[in-house]
Each structure stands twice: as C-alpha cells, then as structure tokens.
C-alpha cells in the first residue's frame, strides 16, 4: 500500500503555489517550501494535488509548466498538457502570411477573452465527415500548386534519396524550428552546435537540449527507414517515443497512447477523456490518413486531426509536425520545416482548430510555410549539384569493395582483379558492370586522408593501404 501523503505537506505545497497568482514553476515551489523534498518526490504530490483538483497546471514540460490555485484560475481542466497562448493582436512576423477572409474571422473570435468563447468538446463528426479523396482540407488548385513548388525530380528515385541528399541541412531545420514552435530557447547556432557537435548551450534547460535531440533523432528515424514508414501505428507510435523520450513525468508513456484527462491552457476545448475511444479515433485517423492519395492533402490532415484528437499525454503538435513529413520524405518532395512560421500565429490556427473546427487558418499557414521551406531546400539543393543516381543505387556495394580493397591492403594490379571477379560474383546487371568498375577504381584513385571515413575504414587501415598502394605507384 503506497504511503499516505501528510496533509500538513499538501497544504505547504498549496501556500507555496498560492504565492504566485500567475503561475509557480516546479523551482518556485520548492524554493517556497519549508522542508525540502527531491524533484521527484516533489512532482508526485503536485501531481496528486492536481488529481484532487487542488491544483491546476498550465504548459507543458518541466522547464513550462506552471501550477495555480484553481481560485486564481480561468478555467480548471483536471490536467493540462499542452498550452495555447492567448490571441493577441498581429505581429510583424504573422504579417507575412496572406490570410483569407475566413481565417481573419477566426483570429478576431479567438482574440475574445477566454471566458467569453464557447467550451467544445471533441467533435467525432470533424474526423467521420470526412471522406479520403472526396473531402479536401486543399482545394485542387493549392494542391497542383503545392505539387509545382515541392517537385524536385527525384521521382524516380528510392524513397528517401532527397531527404538523404540535403539531411544535414533538415536536421538542422527542422530541429530547431520544430522545438521553437514549442517555446524552446535555443538559438539556431546553438541548435547547429548541438547537432553537429553534441555540445549543449551553457546556461539552458537541459529539457530544451532533449528536446531539440529527440527531433534529431526522429527526423533520422523517418529518413533512414523512408520504404517503411506510413500512416500506421508502428511509425507514429515509435515517432512519439522518440519525440517523447525524457521529457515526460510517466516514464512508460513515450510510445503509448494516453489513459488520462488531458486539456489545453488558455483553450475551452476539452478532449476526449476515454482510452476506448482514444485508440478508435486514433486509428480511424491514421486508417484515414493513409488511404489519402494526394501527399499535401495528407500532410494538412494529419495536421489537423492529430493535434485535435491528442491521442499522448502530451507531444502530440511535435508528432504532428514531423507526420506531415511522411509523405513528402517517402515522395522525394520538398519537405516542410516550418521556416519563419510565427508561434503565436500557428497555435492560433490550432485553436481555431480546436474550438471552431475550422482549418482556414491552418491552411493558410501551411501553405505559406511549404512555399518558405521549398524554396529553402531549392537553394540548398542548388549549392550541393544534382546526386549521380547510379552512385546512390550502388552506394552500398561501393562502400564494401573499397572498404575491403583497403582492408586487404591490395595494390592496383591487385585492386582491379579483385573488382572485376567481385563484380561478376555479385548482383551488379551486366550492361551496368564496365561503368562500376570504373566508379569503383575512381574512388580508389581518389581516396585520401580527409574522405575515407565514409567507407567506414579506420585510420590504421588507410594509413597501412596507403603504404602499399603507394610503393606499387613509385615501382
């Protein structure tokens, strides 16, 4: 039997968070109480507290969430896990997008006081009226022009040959934009430093560095394994456990669909409460998103109606964000890194979501934010020339032979012998054997100090072939 709380420990608790009529942090609290109790210990009663309906939590995350006393509340969802800022007036940066007509109806009903809009609940009609390949979030003109502007030329090609060309530069991208849309601190140098040199920003959460991490490696999980992925609950479930890893409370929830009350601070939407229907809507989504054949379209859908359905205790605008990725990694499409999107007007497009159902201003965002990203990796792709479609299908097998050409620590005479019987021992089409054969030695001829790493040879592997290939050179 777990041991009772002392009350006397609650009520400190409740003093402390009563200090801080706009929010206490986790560090508030505890520097406010008269005893002091480890992190963890600490999280468990405020987590019970919020279960009593005690407390109340905004935000989301450690370094985020704010507890409240539910009298210095607007509104007490039993737990929050994600946070929607309040509607303010445009900024310069929302300026940028072109919005409709109805999407500046939506800023001006959202931009109401809190108490004053209407409190919805999830809405099963939003996700059953619509039918894959007959309802369109994208009308057939967006949808050719979203086409023109993310075709790359690389139809052709295996599923995730773009995505792999420009990696380097997405990671990148798509970390940092991804994590910012969250409230994350870092800096795109620091964002850049932590990815290619594993170095966290001095004097930041260590939660922001996890964060940014975690989309590193997902993003890596989608590319990597581009023929695999889909709208299925293999890849979306092991997205979020990747996106989740070390930053929730419950250690067990990355990876596993929520089993608690959850709502949206700032937000009078209320989802679903039952795990049941959770997981049924959660698989209609995807089952819908799937039999999508239009990659825009499946893109905006997913979202759309992952965020709204919330099917983790939290995380769930980060899946969503890469999901929309999917079709475009798998498609060899520009993919979409939401460059230069305003935070503030993005999570207004998601309330507009989730208190009107209505995805026009979502729409208007996306569409702006593809155009941005396309046009991002245009010139990305420019600066890095046209990929050699040859060398990429046969990327493996060069990367074997060389390998053990120097391993071997063959000279040339040796080498070229060695090629010619391994090309006719293995799977290379006999009109494309002449042109590997000479793709092969041309690497060998150029291999030096500064490219060998990529064949996955070791220093005192290329030091010791260097040696022989260059004695039969001089001879």
């Known amino acids: 039997m777990a041991q009772r709380i002392p009350e006397e420990s609650l009520a400190a608790i409740e003093q402390a968070v009563a200090r801080h009529p706009d929010g206490a942090s986790l560090s508030d609290v505890a520097a406010a109480l008269p005893e002091k109790l480890a992190d963890r210990t600490l999280q468990y009663r405020l987590k019970y507290l919020v279960d009593k309906g005690r407390l109340i939590t905004e935000g989301q995350g450690r370094r985020w969430t704010r507890y409240r006393v539910p009298a210095a509340a607007e509104a007490a969802p039993r737990v929050l896990a994600e946070e929607a800022p309040k509607a303010v007036p445009p900024a310069a940066e929302d300026a940028a997008v072109p919005l409709s007509p109805p999407s500046e109806e939506m800023r001006a009903y959202l931009s109401q006081p809190f108490n004053a809009r209407k409190p919805v609940g999830y809405n099963r009609v939003f996700l059953d009226s619509y039918r894959p390949n007959e309802t369109f979030y994208l009308s057939e003109e967006q949808r050719a022009h979203l086409a023109k502007v993310g075709k790359v030329n690389f139809e052709e090609q295996a599923a995730g040959t773009y995505a792999k060309q420009i990696l380097t530069r997405l990671l990148i991208d798509l970390s940092w934009n991804s994590s910012r849309l969250e409230g994350n601190t870092y800096s795109l140098l620091d964002t850049t430093r932590l990815i290619e040199l594993g170095e966290a920003a001095e004097g930041r959460d260590q939660l922001e560095a996890q964060m ?43 990876g596993r669909l929520r089993r608690m009350a959850v709502g949206i601070g700032k937000s009078t939407y209320h989802p679903l409460e039952m795990p049941q229907l959770i997981e049924e809507c959660f698989n209609q989504v995807l089952d819908t998103a799937a039999a999508i054949q239009d990659p825009f379209e499946q893109a905006l859908f997913v979202m759309v109606q992952l965020p709204y359905l919330q099917p983790f205790d939290d995380v769930n605008k980060r899946v969503s964000r890469l999901s929309a990725n999917i079709p475009f990694i798998k498609r060899n499409l520009s993919p979409l890194s939401f460059i230069d999107v305003s935070r503030t007007l993005y999570m207004e497009a998601l309330l507009g979501v989730y208190e009107l159902n209505k ?78 054969r000479d793709m092969a030695e041309s690497e060998l001829v150029g291999l030096h100090e500064g490219n060998f790493a990529r064949y996955q040879i070791r220093p005192s592997e290329f030091e010791a072939w260097q040696k022989v290939w260059g004695e039969r050179k001089k001879s």
Request: zero cysteines; hydrophobic letters at 45%.
């Open 212 to 254: 940014i991490v975690n989309h590193k490696e997902a993003i890596e999980f989608l590319v990597n394994d581009a023929a695999e992925i889909g709208f299925n609950r293999y890849t979306i479930l092991n997205l979020h456990g990747i996106l989740a890893q070390n930053l929730l409370p419950d250690a067990n929830a990355p």
């Open 359 to 436: 995805i026009d201003l979502l729409r208007d965002v996306f569409i702006w934010a593809y155009e941005r990203s396309a046009a991002r990796y245009a010139a990305v792709r420019q600066s890095l020339g046209e990929p050699d479609p040859f060398r990429f299908r046969h990327r493996a097998a060069l990367r074997q032979i060389v390998g053990e050409v120097v391993r071997a620590k063959m000279d040339k005479k040796a080498a070229a012998a060695f090629i010619t019987s391994w090309v006719e021992k293995n799977d290379i089409p006999e009109t494309e054997r002449e042109k590997f």
